[in-house]
T-cell receptor, first 114, second 112 residues
Framework: DVKVTQSSRYLVKRTGEKVFLECVQD?????MFWYRQDPGLGLRLIYF???????EKGDIPEGYSVSREKKERFSLILESASTNQTSMYLC?????????????FGPGTRLTVT | SQKIEQNSEALNIQEGKTATLTCNYT??????LQWYRQDPGRGPVFLLL?????KEKRKERLKVTFDTTLKQSLFHITASQPADSATYLC???????????FGSGTRLLVRP
């Protein structure tokens, strides 16, 4: 079974702090994604990566950056956390398009910025 | 741009009945459409994919239909059980890539 793990389930940070969210997948997937999920807004794509060191912006990249130095690891960075970044953050990975394109999600990190 | 509409109101049904959830999209017809289940505080879990040339897909008690004329997919759970209570999301490809657009989901409550 595919396993996607995230470094923390719950995180509380102060405004202005630099925040790192880590995601690791164990299925050698090329594609990895970071989403945030807010009530009524659904899942919104922040960034995705289709290969090591390759990244593209999603729908809401402002205030975030990412890093993918190894295939299995995709990190989301909040350079200077703000209260409007309080949210549930979900990481996902998917195999190449030769598969069904299904995405495998981690358990999520609930981030609170105070 | 493509948008997905799912009923934001919870669907409340009696155990044993068939639950039917709706996913409508507004723009181009996608090459496929996916359904996911999400439990509270957890990440979504992939359930089924249906391609544009398939009218219907089944997996155990789940059935998905895809009507490109109506721009709609229906997700059915037959003989529903309280354990089926969750939020169900539909998703479709953003373009020809592997990026997905997700609906905001419909919450299903199955009463014992």
């Amino acid at each position: 079974d595919v396993k996607v793990t995230q470094s923390s389930r719950y995180l509380v940070k102060r405004t202005g702090e630099k925040v790192f969210l880590e995601c690791v997948q164990d299925m050698d997937h090329e594609n990895m994604f970071w989403y945030r999920q807010d009530p009524g807004l659904g899942l919104r794509l922040i960034y995705f990566s289709y290969d090591v060191k390759m990244k593209e912006k999603g729908d809401i990249p402002e205030g975030y950056s990412v890093s993918r130095e190894k295939k299995e690891r995709f990190s989301l960075i909040l350079e200077s956390a703000s209260t409007n970044q309080t949210s549930m953050y979900l990481c996902a990975s998917s195999p190449p398009m030769t598969g069904q394109g299904e995405q495998y999600f981690g358990p999520g990190t609930r981030l609170t910025v105070t | 741009s493509q948008k997905i509409e799912q009923n934001s109101e919870a669907l409340n049904i009696q155990e044993g009945k068939t639950a039917t959830l709706t996913c409508n999209y507004t723009n181009y017809s996608p090459a496929y459409l996916q359904w996911y289940r999400q439990d509270p505080g957890r990440g979504p879990v992939f359930l089924l994919l249906i391609r544009e040339n398939e009218k219907e897909k089944r997996k155990e008690r789940l059935k998905v239909t895809f009507d490109t004329t109506l721009k709609q997919s229906l997700f059915h759970i037959t003989a529903s059980q309280p354990a089926d209570s969750a939020t169900y999301l539909c998703a479709l490809p953003m373009d020809s890539s592997y990026k997905l657009i997700f609906g905001s989901g419909t919450r299903l409550l199955v009463r014992p």
